[in-house]
């Protein structure tokens, strides 16, 4: 199972040098999203991830700057579902790195593959407080996502060790979380009964 780690708002970089230190040996991707600061800001909290915390380049994902995700030597780069990338830079970064985008329609998702995506992130499977009076997707759509491309889909939207073995049945390569991990005060103890609950879990 991949496990994907989504940074939330609210964190600061000393939130995520402290969870993300302790969250390392369960994670595959960390994912660095704030939309709502600007591109110094991002830059300046990659550096300082990269430097003060164990987490390797390869496994940071920036989220929408390509041109950080390359100077950073990043692992990947993410991209919402209507976010541009032209196809030189796109041709570009995948020599390098792992390059996503978040989709909603199955539509979506095939057009991701058609692009030169590497995977898919799919939500929101369950309820979300982040996506309140919205409709989960639910596991069977999650199936049509899966069967519909061929490119690795990762699941996303209210997971955790509850459902997550809810999950691996739709032939998704793994999971993203956010509050499951942010919200609790032993975010690796979370991360290692995801992937064990993962692992136990009928195909």
């Not at 919200?183 to 195909?203: D, G, I, L, T």
């Amino acid at each position: 199972m991949e496990l994907h780690i989504i940074s939330a708002s609210y964190q600061t970089i000393n939130d995520l040098k402290k969870q993300w230190t302790r969250l390392y040996p369960w994670v595959d991707a960390f994912h660095l999203r704030y939309k709502e600061k600007t591109k110094k800001e991002v830059w300046q909290m990659a550096c300082s991830l990269l430097k003060e915390t164990p987490i390797p380049a390869k496994s940071l994902v920036i989220n929408g700057h390509a041109d950080l995700a390359e100077t950073l030597e990043a692992g990947g780069l993410h991209l919402p579902e209507k976010w541009p990338i032209s196809r030189e830079i796109l041709a570009r970064l995948k020599g390098k790195m792992r390059v996503g985008r978040s989709v909603h329609s199955v539509e979506s998702a095939i057009e991701a593959e058609r692009e030169g995506m590497d995977y898919v992130l799919v939500g929101h499977i369950f309820p979300s407080a982040s996506k309140p009076g919205l409709s989960p997707l639910g596991v069977e759509r999650l199936r049509e996502f899966v069967k519909a491309c061929s490119i690795p889909v990762i699941a996303i939207g209210g997971i955790g060790t509850q459902n997550v073995d809810k999950i691996k049945p739709t032939g998704s390569r793994g999971v993203a979380v956010i509050s499951a991990v942010t919200n609790h005060s032993h975010p690796e103890q979370v991360a290692e009964e995801m992937k064990r609950r993962w692992n136990f879990a009928s195909q």
